[in-house]
Nanobody
Framework: QEQVVESGGGLVEAGGSLRLSCVASPLSLSIADMAWSRQAPGKEREFVAR????????NYAGDVKGRFTISKDNAKHTVFLDMKGLTPEDTAIYYCITKPHFGREIWGQGTQVTVSS
């Protein structure tokens, strides 16, 4: 069964850092790229960052560029989101998305990130 599982969320003070991880399975899954999105309370879901599985090229939303870094471990089918300089505006549920070469996107259940002021 294809699935994506996030981890690493939690409570952090403003200015702090956090690392999110996401594992896609099974290992036979042919991945095109992986991405992170987030949804804050009362707001629509928004794109955060994306990484191409082969080239490693990345894209970021404007308000996280320079603060967040997306990276990957191809062998472990894992993508990371390193977040620094967190602000209360970064409080949201963070979702990991895997886009396979074939088939639909696979979304995780999300992990909560809460930044206290």
């Amino acid at each position: 069964q294809e699935q994506v599982v996030e981890s690493g969320g939690g409570l952090v003070e403003a200015g702090g850092s956090l690392r999110l991880s996401c594992v896609a399975s099974p290992l036979s899954l042919s991945i095109a790229d992986m991405a992170w999105s987030r949804q804050a309370p009362g707001k629509e879901r928004e794109f955060v960052a994306r990484i191409n599985w082969i080239s490693g090229s990345t894209n970021y939303a404007g308000d996280v560029k320079g603060r967040f870094t997306i990276s990957k471990d191809n062998a472990k089918h894992t993508v990371f989101l390193d977040m620094k300089g967190l602000t209360p505006e970064d409080t949201a549920i963070y979702y990991c998305i895997t886009k396979p070469h074939f088939g639909r996107e696979i979304w995780g259940q999300g992990t909560q990130v809460t930044v206290s002021s």
